[in-house]
């Protein structure tokens, strides 16, 4: 079976400019999260999707939005980039919403220049 | 409001030595989860172990052991015979479960060096 699959794997991208990182969850994962990890910190959570509702939001400005679609897979976009939003971002993916097992894609890292 | 707190940056071990990684948590939360993960180089997070704060059950796995003691809100790792391929980051986390889903805070992570 294939695990957490995320696309693309690396982007380069001009400040003030718009990205959307996208994420497809292990088969009959219904659950998906997304997380940023900046060099040398622990991943910082953003967003819990589970049945295609919002079910949980980190600390982060309304810049970052995402969405999860009837199949399971995940969207992550960032519009209005800074400098400070480069970093890879994580996605996970775990089974009914109160396993919190999660397995995670080899990330999108992301560059703002 | 939840925290997990890694206070070692950095440990460098000669291989066959065994190590141990520390990791602290709060939270308010009766009901939660522990995990640790491995970050090799590659970026992905590779799950470990999970322990639910109702099981105080110390775990063995291979060369891996964790001590999990509420008294002292602790979550330690340790690697027994290190080796080489054990150099990573790896980071210890908290899953606080609410109505409808969960949130898993990070801890800033180990990296951790075995030198052959």
């Known amino acids: 079976d294939a695990g957490v699959t995320q696309s693309p794997t690396h982007l380069i991208k001009t400040r003030g400019q718009h990205v959307t990182l996208r994420c497809s969850p292990i088969?009959?994962?219904?659950?998906v999260s997304w997380y940023q990890q900046v060099l040398g910190q622990g991943p910082q959570f953003i967003f819990q999707?589970?049945?295609?509702?919002?079910?949980g939001r980190g600390n982060f400005p309304d810049r970052f939005s995402a969405r999860q679609f009837p199949n399971y897979s995940s969207e992550l976009n960032v519009n209005a980039l800074l400098l400070g939003d480069s970093a890879l971002y994580l996605c996970?993916?775990?089974?009914?919403?109160?396993?919190?097992?999660?397995?995670f894609g080899q990330g999108t890292r992301l560059t703002v220049v | 409001a939840q925290k997990v707190t890694q206070a070692q940056t950095e440990i460098s071990v000669v291989e066959k030595e065994d190590v141990t990684l520390d990791c602290v948590y709060e939270t308010r939360d009766t009901t939660y989860y522990l995990f640790w993960y491995k970050q090799p180089p590659s970026g992905e997070l590779v799950f470990l172990i999970r322990?639910?704060?109702?099981?105080?059950q110390n775990e063995i796995s291979g060369r891996y052991s964790w001590n999990f003691q509420k008294s002292t809100s602790s979550f330690n790792f340790t690697i027994t015979a290190s080796q080489v391929v054990d150099s990573a980051v790896y980071f210890c986390a908290l899953s606080a479960i609410y109505t409808g889903g969960f949130k898993t805070i990070f801890g800033a992570g180990t990296r951790l060096f075995v030198k052959a």
């Open positions: 996970a993916s775990s089974r009914p919403t109160r396993d919190t097992r999660s397995f």
């Open positions: 999707y589970y049945e295609k509702e919002e079910r």
């Open positions: 322990r639910n704060s109702f099981d105080e």
């Open positions: 088969s009959g994962h219904k659950s």
